[in-house]
Nanobody
Framework: QVQLLESGGGLVQAGVSLRLSCAASGHTLRDYGMGWFRQAPGKEREREFVAHITRSGLEKFYEDSVKGRFTISRDNAENTVYLQMDTLKPEDTAVYYC?????????????????WGQGTPVTVSS
């Protein structure tokens, strides 16, 4: 069993940066590909893929709208995954969730993930 806890969200103005953290307990994250998803206000049924990093950290994948602005990273020694978000836009407003998947196959599909955190809200004002 893996417990995931996100932190780092908040209310910010457009153009600034935030770094989200996802700390794991109960099991080492080395065994999991890790992803970030987000759920925008009014879209409770749509949890959108944002980024994924493989177990080794050697491969990273991003949703098109965040490429060049967001960076996913992991520190397996600290059992933590990060999402650096730069040049934030109002359309990035959402609750951000981290999730753990046993492999990186179909990393963009929420159903590939076995464990989820509770989410951290990010609000970007214009």
């Amino acid at each position: 069993q893996v417990q995931l806890l996100e932190s780092g969200g908040g209310l910010v103005q457009a153009g600034v940066s935030l770094r989200l953290s996802c700390a794991a307990s109960g099991h080492t994250l080395r065994d999991y590909g890790m992803g970030w998803f987000r759920q925008a206000p009014g879209k409770e049924r749509e949890r959108e893929f944002v980024a994924h990093i493989t177990r080794s950290g050697l491969e990273k994948f991003y949703e098109d709208s965040v490429k060049g602005r967001f960076t996913i990273s992991r520190d397996n020694a600290e059992n933590t995954v990060y999402l650096q978000m730069d040049t934030l836009k109002p359309e990035d407003t959402a609750v951000y969730y981290c999730a753990a998947a046993p492999s990186s196959n179909a990393y963009y599909n929420r159903n590939s993930y076995e464990y989820w955190g509770q989410g951290t809200p990010v609000t970007v004002s214009s």
